[in-house]
Nanobody, 122 residues
Framework: VQLVEFGGGLVQAGGSLRLSCAASGHIFSWYGMGWFRQVPGKEREFVAVISRSGGSTAYADTAKGRFTISRDDAKNTVYLQMNSLKPEDTAIYYC????????????????WGQGTELTVSS
């Protein structure tokens, strides 16, 4: 699976942004899709995941109530809607594909995109 993220940028604190991740190369609906983020010098951390069917989701505590993950299998795309953004959300955001129902660990993912950068200004 090839993954390409879109939608990063510069946003003011309190604002919203939607990230997209387009997949190609394999059958998209076979994979659970997740979003992780990474700040330079730190490990990549889990943000959100959606199951193959879209019927199950999971979020990191830092994302609950503010972020929503969704998928459109017709477009082979997974989204991350981010609201009430905070400066601490600043990071490079990566989408990944995993064959587990719900993957929350980096090593559970088989494919990764190149990342898209989000900067939240205070």
């Amino acid at each position: 699976v090839q993954l390409v993220e879109f939608g990063g940028g510069l946003v003011q604190a309190g604002g919203s942004l939607r990230l997209s991740c387009a997949a190609s190369g394999h059958i998209f609906s076979w994979y659970g899709m997740g979003w992780f983020r990474q700040v330079p010098g730190k490990e990549r951390e889990f943000v959100a995941v959606i199951s193959r069917s879209g019927g199950s989701t999971a979020y990191a505590d830092t994302a609950k109530g503010r972020f929503t993950i969704s998928r459109d299998d017709a477009k082979n795309t997974v989204y991350l809607q981010m609201n009430s953004l905070k400066p601490e959300d600043t990071a490079i955001y990566y989408c990944g594909a995993c064959r587990l129902l719900i993957g929350t660990r980096e090593n559970e993912y088989d494919f990764w995109g190149q990342g898209t950068e989000l900067t939240v200004s205070s």
